[in-house]
């Protein structure tokens, strides 16, 4: 999981773009949980926490942008 300070440097387009990619991450280990086959259980709530942490500093970004 990148660091949070990490992901704040990130422009808008590539926040987009890392949410897409970890939503898609998360659909494949869901997949792996129902046939049985995931090898790491822990990593759909990493990948959970790392989607909440790009949308909260997306909307952080729309607020300030209001607020100028």
């Given at each position: 999981?990148?660091?949070t300070?990490?992901?704040?440097?990130?422009?808008?387009?590539?926040?987009?773009?890392?949410?897409?990619?970890?939503?898609?991450?998360?659909?494949?280990?869901?997949?792996q949980?129902?046939?049985?086959?995931?090898?790491?259980?822990?990593?759909?709530?990493?990948?959970?926490?790392?989607?909440?942490?790009?949308?909260t500093?997306?909307?952080?970004?729309?607020?300030?942008?209001?607020?100028?």
């Open positions: 999981m990148k660091a300070k990490e992901i704040k440097e990130l422009s808008a387009a590539e926040l987009n773009n890392r949410e897409a990619e970890l939503k898609q991450e998360l659909f494949t280990l869901r997949f949980l129902a046939v049985n086959r995931l090898e790491n259980p822990m990593r759909i709530k990493a990948v959970k926490k790392e989607i909440a942490v790009v949308k500093i997306r909307r952080q970004r729309e607020i300030e942008a209001a607020n100028k």
